[in-house]
């Protein structure tokens, strides 16, 4: 089956409002198995909707539409649909009642204009509406379904998912699943290169690469008779992934690199403090996003000023003085104190510039030094980011995120490699886990 | 002059990701006087997109995409656009070598596949893009422009402002000039209400209220024949509104609540220290965002665990244990305790329930105060926020910033009304300024 969505209102080619009702359907239409191949939007104009309806209907056999059920002479969908289907409209009297006690539940009086909204296309099923007063509409013609849908998401939703669902379930033939694995640590250029032959040869599941600020995605999407050979022949293909990826994969579907960390921690039931100077408190943010995140984070400093950095996180003067608030021993000072401080078994410190102002040349804006301590670990990581101050503080937090990830995760795995690797005392990584000495 | 948006991304037709660009694109176009009538999304389909593209330059005389300029074999928006132009690709070299240095800069090897972002169709410009390795295009054939961008808001958003923006704006007749006032403290409706007579008034300039998380904007747009004119019209409009809106007006176009209290706070000379629980280090984060918050932001501490309340801020341990974490004297006692530590004018205390878990009957979910402490100061304020995690740590910062932006500026313009308001020690406010004392 294929579908086609058509979002109705002038306030959204205005740009007054985002159209998350399109993104909703679309995903359920995925999920379905039902194809989606266009998207079209138009104002509140009876010829372009009339237009692109017809249009629709050319292609597809399945149109939804959102928007335009309003009591208002601008709301003409289901005007425009009865007649490119050629339907009278005619009054449903429960829609009509339903309004009116609508209308005196809220002690609003009923206006003339109201009676329009229980208006259908002959033939067609109305939608009960809880959430408001437009019904929805459900009318087929021949082999051809209609959908049309109130606008505001608030009505969409709940009404798409109790009653356009279940009698698109009963349509559709065999299901579609998918899962998407998230990466951190791999450019999706880099990406593609390792996993070519697989993004080369796929077709049931496909597979796909998406890029997002500080991670890439890959979307594995099997089409089958039922639930249950869907996600089998899924899960095939993210064993072969997970064996050629290996810890650049962070977590699945709704992951984030925060909830893994979060997640990892409490299973070790070890807890973490942080100490953020460029980064400003988004690390604890993004933290204490995680619900649960309590049971981890003790606590996070930005210290901003070099004051703070010596009152709370007891860095030294002379080396903030020699060395400057920017540097390997700042950071490393800062992931120490802290976890010091805290009683922490981690310990993360960030020192960096966020630009625009600031910088110098052989400290430019990007410049950003983090460091990590706890069990036997004490790590500095040097980078250089492009970009604006959100990107860098939004880089530098997942850099710092995947860094304990993998700590972590090694530690666990295995010990002998990480005491090997984490011995050295303060020692840098660049690059992955390339490791090299600096005397500090 | 009259606009079509094409959105290219399989991920949107899957539902993977809200288009947030068609909303900036058409709010853009509006400003501009540029008519759109049609939005199109389509996948990563080379036949779908040409379709799209041939139609949306058979109505209109200005195509704008995003998306599909990355570097995999997917993404073949400019080669699509190429192709119907009926223009070669050539390679920018400028581009090739930005985006070599891009890859240097990461520390990441640049693939091959990356150099075909550097491709443009002849005779194009190429627009830079500071914070990603695809540049855009803006081509011309005939009286027709086709603009290409790429798909991350974070990229699309900067380069439509750099460099479309400027063009386009010399092509439409006239001008038109948009200024746009951001409100805290007050509803959509109750702002409806508020200016019923304006709204309904206005021709030009043209007057559209926008609601957005815990702020509402105002659009003023003139058209005129001058920058001049327009200017001066919008001026008279804001002039009038500020007389009835007064402080519910925070600032103007880019403003936000953050870089407002930071310039208040630089303006007075004084500095800053903040403490958070339920927000966890996001006033931090917001705070840190503007560029020079360094010069007022000495220091903010995350006390996720009460030992952290106790050690960095000097709550008394018998508080907590009397009234709890969640309570009006733990806020009050975080603020001045974080002032006197960090040595700052003004200290900010935040403490809450920020959900899912956690909540109970006495303190449920959204349940936050916090507490604001300065010179003469000491406030604590009790809200009742719904939604999640993310929404009540979003809200909560919200209306301390516009707490703390009322007071600077209240004192300032009336520090007598503010010793009055502000002398009784431990007060309560809520629901704008009304005031109750409470014994703590």
Redo the contacts between chains.
Sequence with gaps: MRAEIISVGTE?????????N?????????ALGIE????????D?EQ?LRQ?LVEALSRVDLVITSGGLGPTADDLTKEVVAAVLDLPLVLHRPSLQWIEEYFARMGRKMTASNRKQALIPEGGVALPNPNGTAPGVFVRKGEQIVVCLPGPPGELMPMFRSYVRPELQKESRGVIR?R?LRLCGV????L??RIGDFLAGQTNPTL??????GEVRL?ITARAQTDAEAEALNGELEAKLRARLGLLIYGTDEDTLESVVVKLLKRRGETLAVA?SC???????R???V????TV?????????N??KM??LQVPADVIEAKGAVSPEVARFMAEGVRR??GTDWGIGITGI?????GSREKPV?LVYFALAGPGVSLVRE?????????I?RRTTQAVLDLLRRTLLTDQECPARRRLAFSLPPVFL??GFFIWEKKL
């Design positions: 959204l080619l205005l740009g007054e409002i985002v159209d998350t399109a993104a909703f359907l679309s995903q359920e239409l995925a989606l191949y266009h998207r079209t939007t138009v104002g104009n372009r692109a998918s998407v450019g999706e250029s880099e593609v290169e796909a690469p998406l890029a997002s600020e979307r953020e980064t400003g408190g988004l690390l604890a943010d933290i204490t996003d619900p649960g995140a309590s984070f003790d606590r996070g400093v930005v210290t901003y000023s004051r703070a009152e709370l401080v805290a966020a630009g625009p102002g600031g990007g980078e250089h980011w492009s970009g604006d101050r959100r990107k503080k660049a690059g």
